[in-house]
Structure formats: structure tokens, C-alpha cells
């Protein structure tokens, strides 16, 4: 139930994004989904893909600092209120979410939204006890 | 305008026989007092009966930051603890200060010595002693302050920072003499502007400016900018503080050692060999009245020359040349000495930083500013912002704590920060003095 995440250590200088994006071309690495966060004087990229060991290794090679987390794919009901639902559940329950970032691809006709919790296994436990779907690691990969 | 006539004017033959006389005193009175010194003396073979003629001061044997760190807080004192009235720091190489010692007769001669840099300045009784030197642990602002009170001025204790209301006080007290740093002098004429104030409504006449470097480029706009005569003062806190040598208003050119007090000495920092007066070298200091922490032969890193021509002023003191530079990698930042080893400490006591580090120095307006740059390794790595911001926010804190003057952090990727090999480049100062 829980997906890897990579993230990466960019400093705010143009030409890094690419450069990362390069890297990953080459090895052939598919990019499922990402989201950047900045601050003034750096950023973190954060990246679902179809092979995160590859992915690591080609971006450590290439002198990234690369590392991994877990993070949970939810699946939620693409209509007004869907999201709100998911968000209810958590803050009842006293889970944080840290960060969040939508899935380009749709799950049938659901939308899909990557959420990084404080507590990962809290987090599943009690988003599948309100009957909410989450995506499986090899689900994801291979949308 | 000179403080003391006596002695600041004594014939060199004279002086020079006061200073063996002295010299004498202080070999004895170490040797008797100060394990660490007789064991240094004993090694390179010398002891007080060697001290026959003032050229034997040569055949002492140094004495540097290191001596001094290796005695931290109060092993090279030469008095019972209960003579010591006053204790300053200043920055170490790592993460302890270096510590001096004062009794009452130091604090004394201190004072007595910056009477004579305010007099040097044009400074007389009667003046307000604008002092913006900070008070503290630094011998700048306590320094200053009882110099001006020997003076007989009325001293204004201000000590640094808050700008306008250093600028109200000056105009509603009428402050006459301004102490501080000189990039300060010229920040507080960048306020003076923002608010307003046209300088030539001020009583300010002269300022003495010292604790980092500056140039005649900084002296000529200080003097235009605050409408004031500027002059360049010198001290160190291991060799007592403020007061050791001073510019005169009258050259305005090299400053005098108050050579009663203590003897200067350029060496080559290679060979360690004294060089002949007037060739640029490592300036060295023996302090010859010290009691509470005297030292012998103190390196001071410093970079200057000896001008021993007589000067105008009457002085028969030798002046030292404006310090050009240093023959280590200290950084004068704000007034504050930084030891680019004090940043490395810092970041070496923090679990997963690494010390791949660069300090970038630079001047917005009138006040430095350092960055210090660190790799980010993948064990401090975090997805989350807040982990990392959280980190740099730390790394700063604990600069400042040790340092005392803030910097600003910046996290950037691994091996950006050049490798070099043998010496590291660990500093980019861009300042343009």
C-alpha cells in the first residue's frame, strides 16, 4: 500500500530541473508524477516514477543528493467534495499531511492524489476503514 | 594634544633604556610566575639573566593563539586569581575564546593608554564621547569607555547597533568624538541620509575608527560623508584591547606604538628572523607592563611594516603602517574576528553536516554580510522543507552563538563547493575596502 518516493536536492539555479530530467531520459526512467517545492534559495523535487532504484542510482551517479520516502496514493471520487472527504477522515483522526500533490493520470474515474503523511501506517489504516481506496505500488508505476 | 608629554615624547635613547628596564621586569616576573612560559623558556634555552640589552628580546621565543588556547581559560595568567579585576574574550580558532586578564594597575595603564589614542584624535576634556564600540566581552567598548573617562570627556555608552537612535542621541546629547568600527561610521552616515540629517547640523568634529580593516579610500568618505576628521586606531584584545597604537591627527599617516608599554617587532613569518624597520612583515607585540596576562613576543598575524622617521606630531614613538592584511585566513566580519576553523567546528558538532563549507564575505552598504554555504549530504537530506529550513535556521543560531555576528545559511548540493587539493578554499571575500 505504500509508494516509493524520490526526492531530490536542487539548488535554485537554472538548468537543474532539465539537467534532472535529462538524466532520467537517458536511463529511461518514466515519470508517473511530481511536484516541486522551492524556497528562496533552493528547491526539493519530489518524483513518482516506474523505477525508483534506477532512478536513484543514474541521479546519485550524476552527484544528486537523492533520497527516499513513503508516501500513500488515494484514490479520490473525482466531484466536488471528493478531497474534502479524504481530509475529514485525517484531521478526525489527527493525521498531518505534510504535503500533497495531484496524479496527471485518473485511476477509472478517479482522480489520484499523492499524500505524504506524519504517520504513513496510521494514515492507511484509517483512510481503508472509510472505505477509501489506495493504489498499490505497482498500480501506480505501470499507469 | 598630546596626553602625556613625558613619555610619549622621551628621547629613543631614553625609551629604549625604560623598555629594557621594563623588558627585564616582565622575563622575570613570567619566568617566576607562569609554568607554560618558563617551560617554553627553558626549552629554547634563555632566561631572565639573558635579557642584557633590548636587541636580546629576539632570542625569546614566541608566543601564539595556539599557546594560548592550549591555557584556555586562565593558564598564562601571572597573578593570584584574586588580583584579576577584569577578564575580556575574543574569538579563538575553535570553539572557545581566547581569554585576557586585567588587575586594577592593567585597567589603569589601559586607561591611561586610550586617553593618550582620544588625544591623538584632537580629544580633550570637555568633549562627548560618542561610544558605539560594544560593550561587552570585547575590549572595544569597555576600552574606549574608560579612556574617555580618564580624558575627562562625558562618555556616552551607546555601544552598537539601533542606528536612528544613535543618530538622535548624537544630536540631542551633541556628541563631539564618535568611537566605533569604520564600516559602521559609514553606516550610520547611510541613516543619517535615509533620515534626513544633514552631518554639518552636528557637533561631531573627529571619530576614531579601528577592530577591522579599512582604507584611505573608507577614511576619505567617512570624512565627507560625516563631515568629520578620521583617524585609524589598533589594538587586539590578547595584547590589552584598543589603545596600543594610534594614528595622529597631525599625519595622519602610520600609527604610534605606545612604545612605553609595548614593543613591536616585524618578523618574516617564514624564517621567523626580525626584519630591518620599514620592510613589510608579521607584526609581533611584547607587552612590557601587563601584569594579570602579559605576553612575550604575541604573534599578532597582522601585516604591517615599522616607520621609524620622526613624526610631525612630536611623538618619538615608531608607528606601525596601516595593517594591510593577514598572514592567516582570519576574516574581520562586522568588527568581529571570525577563524573560518570556528564555522568548521560548528558544522563538524552537528550530526550528518558535513564540513564542506564556503563563507562568502561581502559589503551591502556599509555592513558585512557572510554567507556560509553547506553541502547538503544525503543523511541531513529531507523531503520536506520545513526539515531543511529547520537545519539551516540551527546552523546559523549556533554560528551566532559562538561567533557573536549573525550570518545567513545556505544549503546548497553536494560537490559544488570546490575540492582543492592540500589547502581547501574556504572563503570568497568580495568586500572592496
Known sequence: ?143 | MIWNEEFETLPREALEALQLKRLKNLVERVYAAVPYYRKKMEEAGVGPNDIKNIRDLSKLPFTTKEDLRLNYPFGLFAVPFEQVVRIHASSGTTGKPTVVGYTKRDIESWAELMARTLSCGGAHKGDVVHNAYGYGLFTGGLGAHYGAERLGAAVIPISGGNSKRQIMIMQDFGSTVLMCTPSYALNLADVMKEMGVDPRTLKLRVGLFGAEPWSEKMREEIEKRLNIKAIDIFGLSEVMGPGVASECLEEKHGLHVFEDYFIPEIIDPETREPVPHGRKGELVFTTLTKEAFPVIRYRTKDISRIIAEPCSCGRTFHRIERITGRTDDMLIIRGVNVFPSQIEHVLMSIEGVEPHYLIIVDRQGSLDVMEVQVEVSEDIFSDEVKVLEKLARRIEREIKDLLGTSCKVKLVEPRTIQRSEGKAKRVIDNRKL
Open chain 1, 1 to 143: 500500500m505504500k509508494l516509493e518516493q524520490i526526492s531530490i536536492f536542487l539548488e535554485n539555479k537554472s538548468g537543474r530541473l532539465a539537467e534532472v530530467a535529462e538524466i532520467l531520459a537517458k536511463a529511461g526512467v518514466n515519470i508517473r508524477a511530481l511536484s516541486l517545492a522551492d524556497t528562496t534559495d533552493f528547491g526539493i523535487l519530489r518524483l513518482i516514477v516506474n523505477d525508483t532504484e534506477k532512478a536513484k542510482q543514474v541521479l546519485k551517479d550524476n552527484g544528486f543528493t537523492v533520497g527516499k520516502t513513503e508516501v500513500a496514493g488515494v484514490e479520490v471520487a473525482d466531484r466536488p467534495g471528493g478531497l474534502a472527504e479524504i481530509l475529514t477522515v485525517m484531521s478526525d483522526n489527527g493525521i498531518n499531511v505534510e504535503y500533497m500533490y495531484a496524479f496527471v493520470q485518473k485511476s477509472g474515474g478517479n482522480a489520484i492524489i499523492i499524500f505524504r503523511f506524519d504517520e504513513l501506517e496510521k494514515a492507511i489504516e484509517t483512510l481503508r476503514k472509510a472505505g477509501i481506496r489506495i493504489l498499490r505500488g505497482e498500480e501506480i508505476y505501470s499507469l
